[in-house]
């Protein structure tokens, strides 16, 4: 079932207002906080419950695509089986699917939006115009507009990690007496036993998204995260998890132990060479969380090639290549050759 936050004054959409903890009306200016309208809609659904209105969208080739209709125009919204929440294309009204986000499937936690589409706009403005050799419609204004605002799903690990290292190690020095040097080789046996708490590491739960790139958007903000509440979601597109946490499981525990082996060797300092002889660690699970974090997306298609710029929706960092325009770049070689060759000539004059 579709949910959708309507504004008490005029009837129109409310979306969430990024950076607050309010919906708002883009028409009369309205605004509604999250928790009212999170028990305005908690309201509903339990009056939805009580009639037993059967409108749960169909799926009847299993594929997972299911219909359903938007609440202000009645359009037919066409999902795949992990959308969460989406944009009516007829009338731009944001929809929520309920039945995916509630009872089991309910995120936990969230960090809002800080980041507005205007502001998240202006950010890829200046980025996409900073790259000398980019196209310029990737910075156009059609291009600018089509970003996305998208709710990335998240599985938070934490851990209680222990390891245990054994090093062999030397300590070379050398001194100088008469005319004969004398290297002396101290070896010694070293053992480390390190633990550590690791809050929440995490692992995007969408298929979509590439894993390299998700990680180079961290660090999140933490002090940003709050309990979940649909509002959140409205205005913005949202994915649910494509993944059971167990399958993101190793891909955590890799990352744990990256970080606890780095920290055990940092207490084998002021040796000559340490060579590990034994290793183990050991991870254990404290607490499992699904989470939803913001990402600002600017799709492009450029000689055939998709080129995505991705943005931290909170805390504004960026990643992602910007293409080369070969128009520009031919003007390029040809300019700085021509320089080349200027200075070949001038160098030439000075020697004849
Ligand atoms: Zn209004
Ligand atoms: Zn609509």
């Keep these: ?88 294309p007829f009338c731009g009204s944001p929809s929520i699917i309920k039945s995916r986000l509630s009872g089991n499937r309910k995120p936990q936690v969230l960090i809002p939006f800080g980041i507005s589409k205007e502001e998240a706009k202006g950010i890829f403005r200046k980025w996409t115009k900073s790259g000398f050799l980019t196209p310029r419609a990737f910075s156009s204004v059609s291009t600018l507009d089509s970003i996305k605002g998208i709710y990335v799903p998240y599985w938070l690990f934490s851990f209680h990690s222990t390891a245990s290292l054994v090093a062999s190690a030397t300590r070379v020095r050398t001194e100088i007496r008469g005319k004969y040097e004398y290297t002396y080789t101290d070896h010694f046996r070293l053992s480390r036993e390190t633990e550590n708490d690791y ?90 969380e699904y989470a939803m974090f913001p990402l600002w997306l600017l799709q ?15 805390t504004g960092r960026k990643i992602g ?3 080369v325009d070969k128009i520009k770049a031919a003007i390029l070689f040809l300019l700085s050759s021509a320089a080349a060759t200027g200075i070949a000539g001038l160098v030439w004059h000075m020697f004849i």
Excluded at 58 to 77: A, K
Excluded at 305 to 313: C, T
Aim: hydrophobic content about 25%.
């Design 199 to 288: 809050r929440r590491i995490p692992a995007d739960a969408s298929e979509e998204m590439p894993d390299d790139i998700m990680e180079r958007l961290e660090p999140f903000d933490y002090t940003k995260l709050t309990s979940f509440e649909l509002p959140y979601l409205s205005g913005f597109l949202a994915e649910c998890s494509n993944f059971d946490p167990e399958a993101l499981q190793p891909r955590v525990e890799e990352r744990a132990s990256k970080a606890i082996y780095g920290e055990t060797m940092s207490t084998m300092n002021g040796y000559s060479s340490v060579t590990v002889t034994q290793s183990r660690i050991d991870h254990q699970k404290s607490a499992q």
């Design 300 to 314: 492009y298609r450029y000689r055939g090639k998709n080129w995505q710029l991705f943005l931290n929706g909170e």
């Design 1 to 88: 079932m579709i949910q959708s936050y309507k504004c008490p004054g005029c009837s129109a959409s409310l979306q969430y207002k990024e950076g607050t903890d309010v919906l708002h009306c883009p028409y009369c200016g309205r605004t509604v906080s999250i928790d009212e309208a999170a028990r305005k809609a908690k309201e509903d659904t339990d009056r939805e419950d009580e009639e037993r209105r059967d409108t749960e969208a169909s799926d009847p080739d299993g594929d997972g695509v299911q219909q359903f209709h938007c609440e202000s125009c009645g359009g037919e919204l066409v999902t795949d089986r992990f959308t969460a929440a989406t944009i009516c």
């Design 321 to 323: 290549n910007l293409p």
